[in-house]
């Protein structure tokens, strides 16, 4: 069957595509109001320059292929979210900082990952570069909420996380061997009790700290006796502040998957009636050509998820227009909003074009 | 310089990156309104299938890899066209006649072509499958035009061209040797009046027969003794007729180039202030998994032809919100339609976040 797709590809249909559409509508339009302008990278790069600024895991799932001009190997990206750090970094370099960037576009994948067999995925989201402050991380969260609010999303909550908190804590109050810090990390993560105490029993109050963000934050609080973590607490607090009676919150402050890249805040973004996260975001750093490094804050959205829970569907009112209908009277059925569907043979019918409604007598009259 | 693209890619920065999606929105959006719903077809196909339902010259500029899941080839997609073909033969096979598609988004060729540097491009456009009838014709036309003067393109003309013309005529009235056909087509492509008389005197009127619309109609109706051509000329007519006065209209029946699959009507729109041609589009045959052919008719539009005039330009007022602003003061901005560019930190200035307004005691001033 020559119609087969490729495992993890897939035809988005009516009504799907044109949902699909809106929803990245509705997500830009809001960012857009916000300052953030959309930018689109290139689907292809140099193999090179890509896989520098890709975490290597996603650097080896990148779809590659011989350029006949150059003679070199490009990739197809596999994340929009580095090209938008190499563009902000490279031809708006000399920008005023803050940046802020938008986009949406497909994004591939050779390989399937773990949460989700998709190869091809539609990633959209925004980009705030130049600062990384309690601001611009509240502002890059409020733009998310807004932006799903605006798409019909309803019933958003937040999960907060610390994506370097091992990493600190054991370079100041709670020292461990460094070369326990990524097991200990994925142990917590995995909320090991066991596991932790085994490496490090210092460690063992943040197996619990995961939970509804105030008392999730007081235990962290409570358990934070060095002030390693006062600036990140205080920072989570804020952000949460202006959030509040708006979104659920939650913290779980060892949740590392996904985060490998962020720096010290992180976050996933659920919606009631879709399984699994809807988006994420958070603090990293971009790295210039010169080496130079500059903060950065974000968040990306899986329109796919959402549109697979209904959210974004389009209302098909349409409207057939019998043959021999004056052609104005259909464009003045246009102009009033009507999607028209013009009969072009004899013996078209409404339902065949799963018409809603009939144009008689100059009339919309509902079927 | 890992910044560096490879030739033929770019990224498309603001506000341009914006102009472009405002135009593919203005685009689909008045397709939408005739009955046109979206799809959007997976990026990469198994390369066998794909090549199978393309011209041969376009098959060979896919870029292909080979897939670790199947290990079989897949390709990018190089036309999007045939695509929507595929998927009105196959998962909308059953959906009843007209079936019409709107869709949009990024391609990818592994050579560029001489006409256009590009190997990337943005191609949007509508299909209308199941019928290739005069009127079937005039409306895909008619949502063309309609489609680019939502967009804000104006002085929009339309050169209609006959693709089986010399096939009609050498199997008909004005016989020549087969093997000639395709020769003879090159040379009236050409208009190279020596060429021709050299391969069939009877064909030098077709030479002279390009011009105004209804000054070549007529021309060519003179040339059409035995009355091969009529009902194409009669069809011809017809589309025009619901366009004159709307848009330029040019007859040029021998241009060939790039219609090699069309059949009996292919048009190529233009745009005054835009270099070359901002799309094209006509009637051509789909073929099913069983072999049984289809009619179906269509148009593409080349978006970055139309942004590159400066069509679609979007306005960027922005309105600098200084810090310590009550936020709901910078919501209610935005809900007057404002766009509000938050200062994060106290060395921000509207000037360095190119705001044209600057909010004060709870006003927007022009600065």
Not at 259 to 288: C, D, K, N, P
Request: with cysteine; charged share 20%.
């Amino acid at each position: 069957m020559t119609s087969l797709l490729p495992q993890g590809f897939r035809d988005r249909l009516p009504p799907v595509a044109d949902a699909t559409a809106r929803l990245e509508q509705a997500v830009l339009g809001a960012a857009f109001q916000h300052g953030y302008e959309r930018a689109d990278p290139a689907l292809a790069e140099f193999e090179q320059g890509l896989a520098g600024r890709l975490k290597s895991a996603t650097a080896q799932d990148a779809v590659r292929f011989v350029d006949p001009v150059s003679q070199r190997t490009l990739a197809i990206r596999p994340d929009i979210t580095a090209q938008i750090g190499r563009i902000a970094a490279t031809r708006m370099g000399h920008h005023p900082r803050p940046v802020r960037l938008s986009y949406a576009g497909p994004v591939l994948r050779l390989r399937a990952s773990q949460l989700s067999p998709e190869r091809e995925l539609l990633q959209m989201g925004c980009e705030l570069i130049g600062l990384d402050t309690v601001a611009a991380a509240a502002e890059i969260v409020g733009v998310a909420v807004e932006a799903l609010e605006a798409a019909g999303v309803r019933d958003i909550s937040i999960d907060f996380t610390l994506p370097d908190l091992v990493g600190i804590l054991a370079n100041g109050p709670l020292p461990i061997d460094p070369a326990q810090i990524a097991a200990l990390s994925e142990r917590l993560d995995a909320k090991d009790a066991g596991g932790v105490a085994e490496i490090a029993r210092a460690y063992l109050p943040l197996v619990e700290a995961a939970g509804p963000f105030e008392a999730a934050h007081h235990r962290l609080c409570a358990f934070d006796a060095g002030g390693a973590l006062t600036s990140r607490l205080d920072g989570l607090w804020a952000i949460a502040e202006g959030l509040k009676g708006r979104v659920g919150l939650t913290l779980d402050p060892t949740e590392r998957h996904g985060f490998e890249y962020q720096s010290w805040l992180g976050f996933s973004i659920f919606a009631s009636g879709v399984r699994g996260e809807i988006g994420r975001g958070g603090t990293y750093t971009i790295v210039h050509e010169d080496g130079a490094e500059e903060a950065a804050v974000g968040f990306s959205l899986y329109a796919d998820a959402i549109v697979a829970a209904g959210l974004g569907e389009i209302d098909r009112r349409r409207l057939f227009v019998p043959l021999g209908t004056d052609p104005a009277l259909a464009a003045a059925m246009r102009a009033a909003g009507w999607v028209t569907v013009a009969a072009l043979e004899a013996g078209d019918t409404p339902e065949a074009q799963l018409c809603t409604h009939l144009l008689a007598e100059g009339e919309a009259r509902a079927l």
